[in-house]
C-alpha cells in the first residue's frame, strides 16, 4: 500500500473537545450499542453494523484516535447553543423550508451505457452516484437508487426525481466505490439488488466494509483501504484520500472512515470528491496524484451552520483548480438536484458553479440526469458545448433565480 501524504499529527480534535467531547462520545457508542441488541427489523438493518464491531476493525487505523477517526482539519458545526435567535440552524430551516424542491418536474434522459466501456466517460444517476469508464473500466461511484436516504422507507429525504436508469440495467462492473456510510452515500437497498444483479467487487473505506459484510456481501469481495492507500483493480489504480467530513448511519459518528477518491488507468485518470468541505488536501492530491481529465466535484447542501463538511459552489471551483484543473480537465459537479439535504435553493448550486466557472475559465458540464458525457478522444470544448442547457430552469420555482 502506497502512503502519498506526510502523517496526520497527534492530538488534532474536532471542535468538541476534552472530557465533554470523550463523554458524549461514550454515551452514543453505549447507546448505539444498545440498539445492535435489539433483533434485525428494516430499520436497523439498513444502519448496517455496529459500533463495536466497527471499533474492533478500525482500531489499529494510526487516524482512529480517541474513539473516533480524525482529520488534521476539524469539521466544526455550528449548534443551535451557539447561534440562538433569528440566524439559529432551527429558525434558518422554519425560514427557508421548501426551497431545497423544485416546482416543477425534473427533466431526465434514459441512461443508456454502451456495452463496451469507453476510454474516459461519465454518466450522471443523480446527487453522487455516477457511473465512470476509464481505459474500458467500469466503476459505479456510491451507488444509491433508492427512494430515500434515511434508515427508514417511510420518513426522511425523498428523491425529487425518478433515477434514470435501475441496477439491474447497469453493465458489468469492475468495482464499485464508496467515499463515505452516510445515507444519500450507501444505500443498504441498492447494495442488496447490486449483490442479487451482479455480486461487484467493492472499493471502501476502512470500516464500511462491516456494513457491506453486514449485508450479506462477501469478505473476499471488499477492499478496504485507510488514507494514503492504494489498490488495483484491472489495470486502474484507486487511491483513497483524505478528505473534510464525518461518517456515522447511527447515534455514534466517526466510527468509518470517509475518503475521496482517485482513479488512475493506463492513459486517464478520474477524481471522486464524494463529500468535503474546503481542504487544502486538495492541493496535495493534485500534486501527488493529478492531473485528473475528469473531477466530480460536490455542489450542494452547503450552509453558513456546517461550513466545513460541504463545499459551497465557488469552493467547489477552488477545489478543482487546486487538483490541478486545467482548460483540457472537466469538471463534473455532483451532490444536488436528487435530495433536499440543505436550506438553500435547489437550482443555486448549479447557477453559481456555472457563473464561477465561466469566470475563472474551468470547463464545467451541466448534463441532465441520465446523461452520458464521452470525453473519449473528443475536444473538450466540444464535450462542454454539448452539456449547456440549463435544463434546470423550467422545473426551479419562481424565486429560484439569480
Known amino acids: 500500500m502506497a502512503r502519498l501524504f506526510p502523517r496526520v499529527p497527534d492530538g488534532i480534535t474536532t471542535s468538541m473537545t476534552g472530557a465533554l467531547s470523550g463523554a458524549l462520545s461514550g454515551a452514543l457508542a453505549k447507546a448505539s450499542e444498545t440498539v445492535a441488541q435489539v433483533p434485525r427489523v428494516p430499520i436497523?438493518?439498513?444502519?448496517?453494523?455496529?459500533?463495536?464491531?466497527?471499533?474492533?476493525?478500525?482500531?489499529?487505523?494510526p487516524n482512529y484516535r480517541d474513539g473516533q477517526?480524525?482529520?488534521?482539519?476539524?469539521?466544526?458545526?455550528?449548534?443551535?447553543?451557539?447561534?440562538?435567535?433569528?440566524?439559529?440552524?432551527?429558525?434558518?430551516?422554519i425560514r427557508e423550508r421548501g426551497r431545497g424542491r423544485p416546482a416543477g418536474t425534473v427533466p431526465l434522459v434514459r441512461a443508456e451505457p454502451p456495452a463496451e466501456a469507453a476510454a474516459l466517460a461519465v454518466t450522471w444517476y443523480g446527487h453522487a452516484t455516477s457511473l465512470v469508464e476509464l481505459d474500458g473500466r467500469r466503476f459505479l461511484l456510491d451507488p444509491v437508487f433508492g427512494d430515500?436516504?434515511?434508515?427508514?422507507?417511510?420518513?426522511?429525504?425523498?428523491?425529487?426525481?425518478?433515477?434514470?436508469g435501475s441496477i439491474a440495467d447497469l453493465p458489468p462492473l469492475d468495482a464499485v466505490v464508496i467515499s463515505h456510510d452516510h445515507y444519500d452515500h450507501l444505500d443498504e437497498p441498492s447494495i442488496v439488488e447490486l449483490e442479487r444483479t451482479h455480486q461487484p467487487h467493492y472499493v471502501v473505506p476502512i470500516g464500511v466494509d462491516l456494513h457491506l459484510e453486514s449485508w450479506g456481501v462477501p469478505t473476499e469481495r471488499i477492499t478496504a483501504l485507510d488514507w494514503r492507500e492504494e489498490t488495483e483493480i484491472d489495470g486502474v489504480t484507486l487511491t483513497c484520500s483524505e478528505a473534510r467530513h464525518f461518517s456515522g448511519r447511527g447515534l455514534a459518528r466517526n466510527q468509518t472512515l470517509w475518503a475521496a477518491w482517485s482513479l488512475r488507468g493506463p492513459a486517464h485518470a478520474i477524481f471522486?470528491?464524494?463529500?468535503?468541505?474546503?481542504?487544502?488536501?486538495?492541493?496535495?492530491?493534485?500534486?501527488?496524484?493529478g492531473p485528473f481529465d475528469?473531477?466530480?466535484i460536490p455542489i450542494g447542501a452547503y450552509s453558513v451552520h456546517w461550513p466545513d463538511i460541504h463545499l459551497d459552489p465557488e469552493q467547489a471551483i477552488t477545489a478543482h483548480l487546486d487538483l490541478g484543473g486545467a482548460p483540457s480537465s472537466v469538471m463534473l459537479p455532483i451532490h444536488w438536484a436528487t435530495f433536499n439535504l440543505a436550506m438553500h435553493w435547489w437550482a443555486e448550486p448549479i447557477r453559481r458553479?456555472?457563473?464561477?466557472?465561466?469566470?475563472?475559465?474551468?470547463?464545467?458540464?451541466?448534463?441532465?440526469?441520465?446523461?452520458?458525457?464521452?470525453?473519449?478522444?473528443?475536444?473538450?470544448d466540444d464535450v462542454v458545448a454539448e452539456h449547456q442547457t440549463p435544463w434546470w430552469e423550467g422545473c426551479a420555482a419562481p424565486d429560484d433565480r439569480d
Open 353 to 380: 458553479a456555472r457563473r464561477d466557472a465561466a469566470e475563472r475559465g474551468v470547463s464545467l458540464v451541466c448534463p441532465m440526469v441520465g446523461a452520458r458525457i464521452d470525453l473519449s478522444d473528443r475536444a473538450v
Open 148 to 164: 430515500r436516504v434515511s434508515p427508514s422507507s417511510f420518513v426522511g429525504p425523498r428523491r425529487l426525481h425518478p433515477t434514470p
Open 69 to 93: 477517526f480524525r482529520s488534521h482539519e476539524p469539521a466544526h458545526w455550528i449548534v443551535a447553543a451557539e447561534a440562538e435567535g433569528p440566524g439559529s440552524p432551527l429558525m434558518s430551516a
Open 294 to 296: 475528469l473531477t466530480l
Open 44 to 61: 436497523h438493518r439498513r444502519m448496517g453494523a455496529s459500533t463495536r464491531s466497527i471499533q474492533a476493525r478500525v482500531a489499529s487505523s
Open 272 to 289: 471522486f470528491g464524494g463529500d468535503s468541505g474546503p481542504t487544502h488536501r486538495y492541493a496535495d492530491i493534485g500534486t501527488d496524484l
